[in-house]
């Protein structure tokens, strides 16, 4: 029997609750240059693939070190919309529309794969990272998403200030 949310039947333009954990519970966030390396891979996947604002928010330090394969250029700009979004040290929640049928799927495989590589080599570590393929909930009604924008931005602590999700980014920039 499949696992709970995690078949992948997916209908154009529909709303999606997209969601993951680390491995065990463990934490895939271990340092602030581990979220700025995601968050640079959502940022590269989903903006215009002619943007200008891509290349001045480039991860520093220890990020840089590791350079995104190929594949990790793709890009979805068309195919997915990223609504909210939550990075927590254990897990990750994603408010999603998508365009196409497959545009979920291909999104999070190409994100996850590559911060999959990057986490494994910089802790110099092998395997999974995350616990099984990412989970998602199709949202049908305009109640539950609304109540699920305000579950993903309130899973943080501080909500308000966590620099981490989209609700902290927003305030960060008002």
């Known amino acids: ?10 209908h154009e333009n529909g709303y999606y609750h997209v ?10 966030f271990l340092e602030k240059d581990d979220y700025i390396f995601f968050l640079y891979l959502l940022k590269t996947a989903l903006l215009p693939p002619t943007s200008e604002e891509i290349a001045p928010q480039r ?10 394969p190929k594949r990790a250029r793709q890009n979805f700009f068309g195919k997915i919309i990223l609504l909210s979004f939550n990075l927590m040290p254990n897990h990750y929640h994603f408010l999603v529309k ?3 049928a497959t545009g979920i799927t291909e999104f999070i495989r190409s994100v996850s794969t ?10 110099k570590r092998v395997g999974s990272l995350f616990q099984g393929i990412f989970k998602a909930i199709d949202i049908d009604n305009d109640n539950y998403l609304l109540w699920l924008t305000r579950y993903i931005h309130r899973n943080s602590m501080d909500y308000q200030n966590h620099p981490y999700s989209s609700s902290g980014l927003t305030q960060k920039a008002l």
Do not use: C, D, H
């Open 1 to 10: 029997m499949p696992q709970k949310n995690s078949v992948k039947l997916y």
């Open 19 to 28: 969601y993951n954990r680390g491995v065990e519970q463990r934490e895939i």
């Open 59 to 68: 991860p520093s330090q220890g990020a840089t070190l590791m350079r995104a």
């Open 114 to 123: 590559t911060y999959v590589m990057y986490f494994n080599k910089k802790y």
């Open 98 to 100: 998508q365009n196409i």
